[in-house]
C-alpha cells in the first residue's frame, strides 16, 4: 500500500468519523461505543489473513486463532447487545 | 476475485459509516446496527474471497468459540453491568489487535522479509496500543467490576515511573523500527506495554471510568487503525479511525461535563486528595418521611427527576418507572434530568432508565433543562451527588468548582433520596442538602420509593 493514500483515507474517515459522531445524541452514547467496539472489531479481517496464509507457522496460527476469537466475541456481543439496547428506547405513544 | 473483493471492502466503509451516522436518533439507530452488520459480514466474505486462505479449521473454530462466548454475554448481561462488558470489549478488541501486530512481526522476521519502515512504525503503533489498551481495559473492567479497589493507588513519583517506563517502551520501539532483525527486544517491548497499561489504569479512580472507557474506546481504534497501515488494508483504516474519533468525541464530551482536562484524569488521581478533607462541622437540616413526600409530589404540577448512578446500584429503575407512571397519571408533569456523567460510562443513565420502559422524550440533557429547574416545583434527586453541588457554581475553593451542574436548586422544593448525610464519593460536602428548600429522604433509593407509591393510591380513595 501506499502510505501517502493510507494517510489520506485515514485523514477523510476521522474527519468523517468526528463530523458524524458529534451529531449522536447524548441519549444513545452507550449504544453508540458498543456499536464502534463491535466495528473496530475490523481487525478480525487481519486476523484471518494472518491465520489463513499458506505457510503459516504454528505461533501465526496460535496468535491468529486467539486475534479471531477475540474479535469475533467482540463482533456478535457488540452488534447483539446494541440492538438489545436500542430494543428498550421508546416513545411514549408507543407504549402499550 | 482480489477487484472484487476491493470493491466489496468499498461498500463495506460505506456501510459503517452509514451505521454510525443512523445512529443520531432512536429512530433509525436500529437500522445502524443492521447496515454495521452487513458491513462486517461483506468485509469478512471478500477477505476469503480475494485471498487464498488456508488453515480452515483454526479459523472456523475461532468464530465457534467467538460466538459461542459472544451470544451468551450479549443477552446475559444487566444492563447496570454494560460499562464492564464494554471495557472487556475493548480489551479484547485490542488484544486481537496487539496480536495479529506480533504474528505479522514475527512472520516478516523469520522469511528474512525486509518490511517498509512506515509498515514498521505502523506495527510497533498497533502492539503498543493495542497491548496497553488491553491491560488498562482489564484495569478498568476489574475497577468497575469492583474486583478491583475502585479509589486510586497511588505512590511517590508515580508519574515518573510512568513516563520512564513510557519512554523506555518507545525507545525499544522505535529500536526495533530501525533494527527490524533485533527479535530478542519485541517480548520486552511487549510486556513493557503490558505493565504501562496497568499502571496507567491503577491511580484512575472510579468516579473517572466514563472518561477512562471512552479513552480506551478511542486507543483501541487506534490500533485497529495502526494494523490497517501494517495489512496495506484501507477498511481497517477506515474502520479503525471512526472507533477511533468516536472515543476521542465522547472523552471531550466526559472531560468537560467534569470540567478537567485529559492530562488532570490520566495524571492527577482526583478523589484521593478529598478522601482525607476533614468533615464540614454539623449544619441544620430537614427531613421528611415517605407520607410527606408522597403528598408533596401528588401536589406538584411539574416534577423533575434527578437520577444518578446510586439509583442504578439500588437498581430502583422499576420502581422509578412506577413512581413516574402513577405521578403522570394524576395529572403531574414528569421529567428526567440526565447530567452526561450519570453512571459509569457516557449515556449509562438513559439505557437503565430506556431498560425501565420510561420513554426516551422523557430524559433530558442538561443544557435542554436547567433552563426549567426555575419553574418547577420539586425536584426529586435520587442517587445523584456532586453533579447537584452549587458549590460548583459558587464556590472557588471546591475542587468541582466549574463543572457544569444541573440547577437542582433553582426548584421551589428539592428532595433528596439518600442513606445519610455522608459525603459521596468525591467526598465534598454538597451545600444543597442544607438549604431551606431541601427535604433529605433518609433511606434505601429502591424502599423510598416503593413507599412513597404505596402512600400515593391511598389519597385518591380518600
Sequence with gaps: MDLSIGLFVFMLATFVGLEIIRKVSPLLHTPLMSLTNAISAISVVGAILITGAQGATMLSKILGFIAITAAVTNIVSGFLITDRMLKMFKRREEKK | ????????????????????????????????????????????????????????????????????IGVPIAYIMPMTAVPQRTAMSHACGALAAALVGTAEFYRANQLHETLPAFVMVALVL?????????TGSLMAMGKLQEVLPQRPITYRNQNTVNFVLFAIAAGLGVRLVLVPTDTWIFPIFAGLSLLFGVLMIIPIGGADMPTVIALLNSYAGLSACAMGFALGNNLLVVAGALDGSSGLILSIIMCKAMN???????????????????QAQQRPYRSASAEEASSILEAAGSVIIVPGYGLAVAQAQHKIRELYDSLMRRGVDVKF??????????????????????????????????GEFGQCDVALVIGANDVTNPAARTDKSSPIFGMPILDVDKAHTVMVIKRSMNPGFA???????????????????????????KELPAKVEA
Excluded at chain 2, 478537567?260 to 476533614?278: D, P
Aim: no cysteine; aromatic share 14%.
Design chain 2, 427 to 453: 467526598g465534598i460536602d454538597n451545600d444543597l442538602y442544607y438549604m431551606d428548600k431541601t427535604l433529605m429522604l433518609f433511606g434505601d433509593a429502591k424502599a423510598f420509593v416503593t413507599e412513597i407509591i
Design chain 2, 260 to 278: 478537567r482536562s485529559f492530562t488532570n484524569v490520566l495524571f492527577g488521581a482526583f478523589g484521593q486528595i478529598q478522601t482525607s478533607a476533614v
Design chain 2, 1 to 68: 476475485m482480489a477487484h472484487l473483493g476491493s470493491y466489496l471492502y468499498i461498500v463495506s466503509a460505506a456501510l459503517f459509516i452509514l451505521s454510525l451516522k443512523w445512529m443520531n436518533s432512536p429512530a433509525s439507530a436500529r437500522r445502524g446496527v443492521f447496515a454495521g452488520e452487513t458491513g462486517m459480514l461483506l468485509a469478512i466474505v471478500a477477505t476469503v474471497l480475494a485471498n487464498n486462505i488456508f488453515n480452515w479449521q483454526w479459523i472456523l473454530a475461532a468464530f465457534f468459540i467467538g460466538t459461542a
Design chain 2, 126 to 134: 498497533e502492539t503498543l496500543l493495542g497491548y496497553l489498551t488491553f
Design chain 2, 337 to 370: 434530568a440526565i447530567h452526561p456523567v450519570a453512571g459509569r460510562m457516557p449515556g449509562h443513565m438513559n439505557v437503565l432508565l430506556a431498560e425501565a420502559d420510561i420513554p426516551y422524550d422523557r430524559l433530558y440533557e442538561m443544557d435542554d433543562i436547567n
